[in-house]
């Protein structure tokens, strides 16, 4: 490992909007900052799961706080008036900036006008939004920051990764060297515990001596003028109440109609930040207040400003798509379930100043578009979805951006080779992103010509040229187009024999197992039929997947209207739609919502299911037992069983009904606990992101072998594609569809 001093400062690399920087940043994160990362938001992320299961009316409250800021976004520009005469009327001041550097001014001058020394400061995106310390500091003021993790990153000089936790990638050690090395000290420093007393000793005489203070705004009510200050540590209180200056900084987003609004966000801010139940300190204030400041002999009267900041928001309320973003209350709950942001953070899946999948929207909206080039980082895996406190669809916005940043480069930097490439495929994207978007003529071809085509691909001449052209990393070995398709193998099958119809279904050959893995869908076709389900096979079809994770939303859409009118040509025949590959589902039942109408999305949405989950339904309606068709016991590779689940299928919902019907016919499963394997369709495969993906495969596979430490090996199992394809690298197995599984059974019953 690199001594940490010989590399850049995170704040030299925040920029990163050309590709290089996000490579450095990528390759630094992963070598240095990994698993302090990777243990810390873990911790948060298994925090949040049980805090928001005590929740009992978790999704109302979800509802209740996505309708208010709706409303608020919508009616921001009357809010803000009401506002600025609740916050006069109080007897404060009141400053709109319309741009990050005039918010900046405007503090120093209050600052400088009191003659200020000395600030003390709250933990506030927003300041590290607009270089708030910079312009103190050129103007002679000390600034200390107090929250104990920007105290940290203000010694070490380097900016947050983190929206929550600022110094995430820190482990204790690295703090102790840090401390140890800054403040030439003999103490031990060994534990959190002398580390933060000895942080606490320092920030002590700032606040008895402080000038002013600033602060954050979690929340603020147009009708009152109050703020709400939502922390851990008790310092953004301190910062508020004991100078006598103190300065409120945030983004108008932050403004709800009235203070009966705060309710659910309360009640949902701290679960889905910290995994706690409520905040260690939230504190409602409307200031200035009356009482003198804490401490002070003097009769000094309180002084209050607000200032607000626009920097690029008002305008991102009126885009089609990034006005969502406002929506944001800063818990980080989507960057602590996302399985890339856990393994390298937010000074590598991040830009100057927000970081995760939800800080490429910021970034593009107080910045520029290019400065949001590391959402590329955003799989699309949907693990956040469910986890956001007001549903913002985080994968959605990153694939508008991705289109956004698509046509930009194209324009920028494409060769004729790609532009030539996008016009014959309608696409103003780059090749590599047509590429990975359109598997579907891709793997039509290449299973025509196969077995020649898989030859060809595997030469090193030819891995050499994909490599450079369209970015596929040579270490990746690449799945095989399969010679027969599943739709042509299907038709040599012989009709079903089931004495009794139990259900009628058409299987619909998505694109990947059609192409790449028949067998996955031969296995359903043997099962569900076995068991007496009236099944039909549909025309293959690309549902879109691939088009969207690249950014190519136009094609998209259009692959999503022709497959939904050849899916509601079978469900009108009174034919449930099987779907074989968690990743089609998952745009069947989310995705189409952005494509369809509503009444035709919502028509195909409760007619689709994943293969396993469809057969467990059945059993279940038709009270029969699991047992009674398939045995364990029978299966030739033995009981004991690894299960991996697609996160895509986890969103949905359909993830839980594979792992109910393995157990229920006899197998011992172990599942795994990550919320992504890494390879995440086409994003394993890019040389660009090799290295991340199996930094986050690693936690997949470490848990397989922690399974079998002490006990025989166990059968890998997994439900998607591209899962199946990261454990087989990383552990060098075969891995089976669930559905196999099934089928073996069932064929070693019948011998």
Not at 33 to 40: F, I, L
Not at 124 to 137: A, C, D, K, P, R
Not at 297 to 303: G, I, K, L
Not at 554 to 562: E, F
Request: glycine residues 8%; proline residues 5%.
């Amino acid at each position: 490992m690199s001594n940490p001093a010989t590399v850049a400062s995170p704040r030299t690399v925040a920029n990163k909007s050309e590709k290089p920087a996000l490579l450095g940043a990528i390759r630094m994160a992963l070598e240095i900052e990994s698993p302090a990362v990777r243990h810390n938001t873990q911790a948060f992320n298994s925090g949040r799961y049980l805090a928001t299961a005590a929740i009992p009316d978790y999704d109302r409250l979800k509802d209740q706080a996505r309708a208010t800021k709706e409303a608020a976004i919508a009616r921001l520009p009357e809010l803000l008036a009401t506002l600025e005469a609740s916050v006069k009327g109080n007897g404060g001041n009141f400053f709109l900036a319309k741009t990050g550097e005039e918010a900046a001014r405007y503090i120093t001058k209050v600052c400088t006008d009191h003659q200020a020394r000395l600030v003390v400061k709250g933990k506030s995106m927003t300041s590290e939004e607009v270089h708030l310390n910079l312009h103190l500091e050129a103007a002679g003021i000390e600034v200390a920051e107090t929250d104990l993790a920007e105290f940290i990153l203000q010694i070490a000089d380097e900016q947050p990764s983190h929206l929550i936790g600022p110094a995430i990638h820190y482990s204790r050690e690295r703090i102790t060297a840090l401390f140890k090395k800054r403040f030439q000290t003999d103490l031990p420093l060994d534990t959190g515990e002398e580390l933060t007393r000895f942080a606490r000793e320092m920030l002590r005489q700032k606040f008895l001596n402080a000038d002013a203070g600033i602060s954050g705004a979690n929340f603020i009510t147009a009708d009152t003028g109050s703020i709400v200050l939502v922390e851990s540590e008790g310092n953004i209180r301190l910062t508020s109440q004991l100078p006598p200056l103190h300065i409120a900084i945030a983004g108008v987003e932050k403004v709800l109609p009235k203070r009966e609004d705060l309710a659910p966000f309360i009640e949902l801010i701290a679960p889905s930040a910290t995994g706690q139940g409520l905040a260690s300190y939230t504190s409602v204030l409307t200031p200035p207040m009356q009482a003198a400041p804490a401490l002070s002999d003097s009769p000094v009267q309180r002084e209050f400003h607000l200032v607000l900041v626009d920097n690029g928001r008002l305008q991102m309320r009126e885009d089609p798509v990034l006005h969502e973003a406002l929506y944001c209350i800063r818990c980080g709950a989507c960057l602590n379930s996302c399985a890339n942001f856990q393994t390298v953070g937010g000074h590598a899946f991040g830009g100057e100043t927000y970081s995760g999948g939800i800080g490429g929207s910021w970034e593009a909206g107080t910045r520029g578009l290019l400065n949001a080039r590391f959402s590329e980082l955003c799989t699309g895996c949907s693990r956040c979805v469910m986890q956001c406190p007001v549903r913002i669809d985080i994968p959605w916005l990153n694939s508008n951006l991705r289109e956004r940043i698509n046509e930009c480069d194209l324009e920028k930097s494409g060769s004729i080779l790609e532009k030539a490439a996008a016009a014959q495929f309608h696409a103003k994207a780059p090749l590599p992103k047509i590429f990975f978007g359109r598997y579907d003529l891709f793997g039509k071809w290449g299973s025509r010509l196969a077995p020649l085509s898989n030859w060809i691909n595997n030469l090193p001449i030819t891995r050499a040229l994909m490599e450079r052209l369209v970015g596929v990393d040579r270490r990746r070995q690449l799945p095989p187009f399969a010679s027969t398709t599943l739709s042509s193998a299907a038709r040599r099958l012989s009709p079903s024999k089931a004495s009794s119809c139990r259900g009628k279904a058409a299987l619909f050959p998505d694109i990947f197992t059609n192409y790449g893995s028949p067998e996955r869908g031969l296995a359903a076709i043997e099962v569900l039929r076995s068991v007496g389900i009236d099944l039909v096979l549909t025309e293959v079809s690309a549902d879109g997947r691939a088009s969207l994770s690249q950014g190519l939303i136009k094609t998209a859409q259009q692959q999503a209207q022709r497959t939904s009118e050849l899916l509601l040509k079978y469900i009108r025949e009174g034919r449930e739609i099987i779907v074989v590959e968690p990743s089609a589902l998952a745009m069947l039942r989310l995705d189409y919502r952005r494509f369809l109408p509503h009444d035709v999305f919502e028509e195909i949405r409760a007619h689709s299911f994943e293969a396993v989950e469809y057969l467990w339904r059945i059993l279940q309606e038709r009270q029969l037992n699991a047992a009674d068709f398939f045995s364990a016991f029978r299966h030739p590779l033995g009981t004991r069983l690894f299960y991996h689940s697609h996160c895509q299928q986890k969103t949905i919902g359909a993830a839980a009904p594979t792992e109910e019907m393995l157990r229920a016919v006899g197998f011992d499963v172990a599942t795994s606990g990550v919320e992504c394997c890494g390879m995440a369709g086409s994003f394993g495969y890019k040389k660009d992101f090799y290295d991340l993906s199996m930094g986050v495969g690693e936690d997949l596979f470490n848990q397989v072998r922690a399974t079998e430490a002490e006990g025989e090996r166990r059968t890998l199992v997994a439900t998607g594609t591209s899962c199946q394809e990261q454990l087989h690298a990383g552990l060098q197995r075969k891995v089976f569809h669930p559905m196999e599984l099934l089928a073996a059974i069932r064929a070693t019953a019948e011998i």
